[in-house]
Each structure stands twice: as structure tokens, then as C-alpha cells.
């Protein structure tokens, strides 16, 4: 096994530290704007363009997210580059992070429509309860003091102030939610990752929780199967899981395609 980086893995990971580099240290809040512009919106957001598709996968949260989306990206990524060539591996690369974006956003517009339906039966008849139910839904996250707010309408059912403080309320909580990026290049890893388990089903992989050996092909299905239940069972975290699923759909579709093509061999 080669153990030298190639090129293409190089550059992604140099390319991946200058942005972070970027977004981190860059003066007078233009690390900010820079993360606003670059990350992936929902196409529903004033804040949405259509590069963001590709250059969400070169912005990272923070240092670990950037660590570990590196780390995986070098430990597997520079083998599978030597297997496809780099042209072939670097087309790879974009594609599963480009359908990583695409299947979170598909996932992400049928999330609005229930809240957007949401937003406008409260609108229609703004209530305690109904505000209750919009905030238990889709911001379990919320506040100490929006909590508070329900309280005292819960105890003034009848005072038309609380009625319009809610809506200018809940009007704020659909644009946050309408404008929340998503960044990282997990969605291109995690199809690296189907990748390595395709072509190399017997590699053993040591995991660190618990610290056993496991073959690539059974790491990749448990990893795939987790990723799937935690985007239907946390659909309000922040980590983006049908994003990683969405990255190792589409390198799965493209993986098969190149295989019938005669183009690769596993």
C-alpha cells in the first residue's frame, strides 16, 4: 500500500485549511461574510445562490469538523485516488459533495413545507398552544425567555398583545430557520468512505469505539444505516445526516455507473 499523498488529495486538504484560515481570521467580519456567502442555503432563503452547492463542501464549523473531514479525507481518499486515477477520483470527490447538497436540500424543502403549514395555521388563529407546538417541533432548542413567553400567554389567553408579540416571533424563527447554512466536506467523505468499502470490502478498519477490526464493506453499512436513522430520528440537530447519506448514495450511483461502463473493476 502507498502511503505518499497524492495530488488531488493534496490540494483538497490544502484548499480545506486555507478557508478555514479564511473564515477564521479574516478582519473586520469578513470571515463571517465569507461563511455566509460560501455555505449552502435553502433555495428558499434570501441568502441562497447556486455555487453554494459546490463551495459549502470547502467550509468547516470549527477545527474538529475540519480535522476529522481531513483526516478521513487522507486516510482513505489518497488509496482510492491511486485506484481511479485523479482526474476520475477528483470528479468522484465533487460529485458525492454536490449530491450531498442536493438530497439535504430535498430533505430540507419537505421539512419547510410542514413548517411553513405550521407557520400559517398559527397566523391564521394565533394561540398558546399552537405557538407551543410550532416551537416543541421545530426549535426544541429555544430559549429560556421564549419559553417564558408561552407561559405568561398560557396565563393571559385573552391579551391581543401576546397574540402579535407571537407572530413577529414566530415570523423571526422561520427565517432563522429559513437562513441556517450547512457547511463541511463530510457529504464528499462519507461517498470517499463507500468508496473504500467497495473497492476494498476485506480491508480491516480499527475503530477507536470499540477498538476492534472491522471489514471496510461492514463499517460502510453500519455507518450508512446509522446516518439514515439519525436524519429521521434528529431531524433538528445540527449535523447534517441525510447530507452524508446523500454523499454516499450518489458515489454509490456513480460507482455502478463506471463499473457497467467497464471504466473500473471490484
Known amino acids: ?10 490540494n483538497l486538504i490544502l484548499i480545506n485549511i486555507i478557508f478555514f484560515i479564511a473564515q477564521t481570521f479574516l478582519p473586520d467580519g469578513n470571515g463571517e461574510k465569507l461563511t455566509e456567502l460560501l455555505s449552502l442555503h435553502y433555495f428558499g ?17 470549527n477545527f474538529t469538523h475540519l480535522f476529522a473531514n481531513m483526516f478521513a479525507l487522507w486516510m482513505f481518499g489518497r488509496i482510492l485516488e491511486y485506484d481511479l486515477g485523479s482526474k476520475r477520483f477528483l470528479t ?23 413548517m411553513r403549514d405550521a407557520v400559517a395555521a398559527f397566523m391564521n388563529t394565533p394561540t398558546p398552544e399552537l405557538l407551543d407546538s410550532f416551537v416543541r417541533d421545530y426549535f426544541p432548542n429555544r ?28 415570523a423571526r424563527m422561520e427565517t432563522l430557520k429559513l437562513d441556517v447554512p450547512t457547511v463541511g466536506a463530510s457529504g464528499a467523505v462519507f461517498g470517499v468512505l463507500l468508496a473504500f468499502g ?23 453499512i453500519a455507518y450508512g444505516v446509522l446516518e439514515l436513522f439519525l436524519g429521521f430520528a434528529q431531524s433538528n440537530s445540527n449535523v ?19 463499473k457497467k461502463q467497464g471504466k473500473i473493476y471490484y
Not at 1 to 10: A, G, I, L, S
Open 240 to 258: 447534517a445526516h441525510f447530507a452524508h447519506v446523500g454523499g454516499m448514495l450518489f458515489g454509490f450511483i456513480l460507482l455502478y455507473l463506471w
Open 45 to 61: 432563503s434570501s441568502l441562497f445562490y447556486p455555487h453554494q452547492f459546490i463551495t459549502h463542501m470547502f467550509l468547516h464549523a
Open 1 to 10: 500500500m502507498r502511503f505518499e499523498t497524492p495530488p488531488v488529495v493534496k
Open 92 to 114: 468522484f470527490y465533487m460529485v458525492c459533495g454536490i449530491g450531498a447538497g442536493l438530497l439535504h436540500s430535498g430533505v430540507a424543502a419537505w421539512e419547510m413545507a410542514g
Open 198 to 220: 467497495m473497492l476494498h470490502p476485506n480491508d480491516r478498519i480499527m475503530l477507536l469505539i470499540p477498538p476492534i477490526p472491522l471489514k471496510a464493506k461492514y463499517f460502510v
Open 143 to 170: 430559549s429560556e425567555a421564549v419559553d417564558q413567553f408561552i407561559l405568561n400567554w398560557y396565563n393571559n389567553p385573552d391579551n391581543m398583545g401576546y397574540a402579535v408579540e407571537g407572530k413577529a416571533l414566530v
